[in-house]
C-alpha cells in the first residue's frame, strides 16, 4: 500500500489530492490513452481513407444550392466495404471503451477506498462486466426520471387552468427535477462505491437504497458535485489550451493527435473524478470510513 493522503483525510474531500491523482499514475494512464488512441485511429483512418469526404462534401453543397429543384438528388455517399468497416470499428471502440473505464472504476475505487493511490491492474473481462452492470443501473435511474417527468407533465396538464396555483405548482415541478437529478446522479455513485467495497455487483441495481443514502447524504453530494464542476471546468480550460497549440497539424498526424488529446484530457479528469468519488463513498461511511457531523471539505 501506498503512503496515501486518504488515510490522513479520510473523512474530508480534498480536492488537491484528487487533481494529483491521475499524475501520479501518468505512466499508466498514458498507457492507456495509447491504446484507445491505436484502436480509435486505425478504424478512423480506414474509414477516412476509404471514403471521399472532400468529394461528398462538394455534391452535398451543389444539392443544397442548386437552382433546379425539381432535379434534386442526394449526393450518392458512396460507403465501400472499408469505410463500412471503419465507421463501425470507430462505433465498437467508442462503445468497448466506454463498457470498460466504466467497470475499470470500480476496480480503482476499490484500490482507493484501500488506500492505494496506484491505479489497479487491469482485468478486462471483469471490469466489462461491471460496467455492463453500471450501464443497466445508469438505464434504471434513466427510466425512474423519465418515470418522475412523465408524472409531472400529467400532473401539471390537470392543473393548468388553476392560474397562480399552478404556476407555482410549476416552480415546485421544477425544484423537485433538479433535486431527483442530483440525488439519481448521486446515487449511481453511491452503487458504483458499494460495488468496489462490498464486492457485490447487485449493489448497483438496489436503485431505492442507493438513493435512500444519496438523499441522506446530500450534503457531500453538494460539495462532491461543486469539485466535479471545478474539474470540468479546469480540465476543459487546459484542453483547449493545448487543443489551440497543436490543433494546426492536418491529415492523419493531425488527426492522431486530436485523438490523443481528447483521450488524454478525459482520462485525466475520470480518475480526478473517481479519487472524489472514493472520498464521498468514505465521507458517507461506504467502505472502513464514517462521516462525522462538523467535517469539512478541504481545497
Request: hydrophobic share 55%; glycine share 16%.
Given at each position: 500500500m501506498s503512503n496515501s493522503p486518504m488515510i490522513t483525510q479520510r473523512r474530508q474531500m480534498n480536492f488537491s489530492s484528487a487533481l494529483r491523482y491521475p499524475f501520479v499514475n501518468f505512466a499508466k494512464v498514458f498507457s492507456i490513452v495509447l491504446v484507445m488512441t491505436i484502436a480509435m485511429a486505425?478504424?478512423?483512418?480506414?474509414?477516412?481513407?476509404?471514403?471521399?469526404?472532400?468529394?461528398?462534401?462538394?455534391?452535398?453543397?451543389?444539392w443544397v444550392n442548386s437552382p433546379d429543384v425539381s432535379h434534386l438528388?442526394?449526393?450518392?455517399?458512396?460507403?465501400?466495404?472499408?469505410?463500412?468497416?471503419?465507421?463501425?470499428g470507430m462505433f465498437a471502440v467508442a462503445v468497448v471503451s466506454g463498457l470498460?473505464?466504466?467497470?475499470?472504476?470500480?476496480?480503482?475505487?476499490?484500490?482507493?477506498?484501500?488506500?492505494?493511490e496506484q491505479l489497479?491492474?487491469?482485468?478486462?473481462?471483469?471490469?466489462?462486466?461491471?460496467?455492463?452492470?453500471?450501464?443497466?443501473?445508469?438505464?434504471?435511474?434513466?427510466?425512474l426520471f423519465f418515470a418522475l417527468i412523465f408524472c409531472e407533465v400529467?400532473?401539471?396538464?390537470f392543473?393548468?387552468?388553476?392560474?397562480?396555483?399552478?404556476?407555482?405548482?410549476?416552480?415546485?415541478?421544477?425544484?423537485?427535477?433538479?433535486?431527483?437529478?442530483?440525488?439519481?446522479?448521486w446515487a449511481y455513485f453511491v452503487g458504483m462505491a458499494r460495488m468496489a467495497a462490498e464486492g457485490n455487483q447487485r449493489a448497483a441495481w438496489q436503485l431505492r437504497h442507493n438513493m435512500r443514502i444519496a438523499r441522506q447524504n446530500w450534503r457531500w453530494g453538494a460539495f462532491l458535485l461543486l469539485y466535479m464542476v471545478l474539474?470540468?471546468?479546469?480540465?476543459?480550460?487546459?484542453?483547449?489550451?493545448?487543443?489551440?497549440?497543436?490543433?494546426g497539424f492536418a491529415g492523419a498526424a493531425g488527426a492522431t493527435l486530436s485523438i490523443i488529446l481528447y483521450y488524454?484530457?478525459?482520462?485525466?479528469?475520470?480518475?480526478?473524478?473517481?479519487?472524489?468519488?472514493?472520498?464521498?463513498?468514505l465521507a458517507i461511511g461506504i467502505g472502513d470510513g464514517k462521516a462525522k457531523a462538523g467535517e469539512t471539505m478541504l481545497v
Open positions: 486505425l478504424f478512423t483512418l480506414l474509414f477516412f481513407n476509404s471514403f471521399d469526404v472532400a468529394g461528398f462534401e462538394a455534391a452535398l453543397d451543389n438528388e442526394l449526393p450518392d455517399v458512396g460507403l465501400g466495404g472499408p469505410a463500412i468497416m471503419g465507421m463501425f470498460w473505464l466504466s467497470g475499470y472504476s470500480v476496480s480503482v475505487l476499490r484500490a482507493l477506498l484501500r488506500d492505494d489497479p491492474a487491469i482485468q478486462f473481462g471483469r471490469d466489462m462486466i461491471a460496467g455492463l452492470y453500471l450501464l443497466l443501473a445508469g438505464i434504471g435511474y434513466a427510466l400529467v400532473v401539471l396538464g392543473t393548468s387552468g388553476l392560474g397562480s396555483i399552478n404556476g407555482f405548482l410549476g416552480m415546485a415541478v421544477f425544484l423537485l427535477t433538479i433535486g431527483a437529478a442530483a440525488v439519481m446522479g474539474l470540468s471546468l479546469g480540465y476543459g480550460m487546459i484542453s483547449s489550451l493545448v487543443g489551440g497549440v497543436f490543433g488524454f484530457f478525459q482520462l485525466m479528469q475520470h480518475f480526478s473524478t473517481q479519487h472524489l468519488i472514493a472520498q464521498y463513498a
